[in-house]
């Protein structure tokens, strides 16, 4: 069974940066799409940014030139770097594996439990 594992939120002034890991198990991690995806308050779910196999990488307008996903596939991870917050990037934070990179949360099988941003002005 595929787990992932998110880690690296916390509250941060607007202007500032987080790294966000997600520790993925249970399957071979270099098979898998890992994607971000991000819920804000009183908000549905929306696509921040995904990353196949082999590094190819999809964003977000809102992500766009201020975020960056990178997987390291020797330690099973990936990584959402993430620049120039603004309380606007306030949401919890989600992993998901999927078999190929998409924008849309129905083709991701498998999700972590989240991590919490906060971004204060």
């Known amino acids: 069974q595929v787990q992932l594992v998110e880690s690296g939120g916390g509250l941060v002034q607007a202007g500032g940066s987080l790294r966000l890991s997600c520790l993925f198990s249970?399957?071979?991690?270099?098979?898998?799409?890992i994607g971000w995806f991000r819920q804000p308050p009183g908000k549905e779910r929306e696509f921040v940014a995904t990353?196949?196999?082999?590094?190819?990488?999809v964003y977000a307008d809102s992500a766009q030139g201020r975020f960056t996903i990178s997987r390291d596939n020797a330690k099973s991870t990936a990584y959402l770097q993430m620049n120039n917050l603004n309380p606007e990037d306030t949401a919890e934070y989600y992993c998901?594996?999927?078999?190929?990179?998409?924008?849309?949360?129905?083709?991701?099988?498998?999700w972590g439990q989240g991590t919490q941003v906060t971004v204060s002005s």
């Open positions: 998901a594996s999927s078999a190929s990179v998409s924008t849309s949360a129905n083709m991701y099988l498998s």
């Open positions: 249970g399957r071979t991690f270099h098979n898998y799409a």
């Open positions: 990353i196949s196999p082999y590094g190819g990488t």
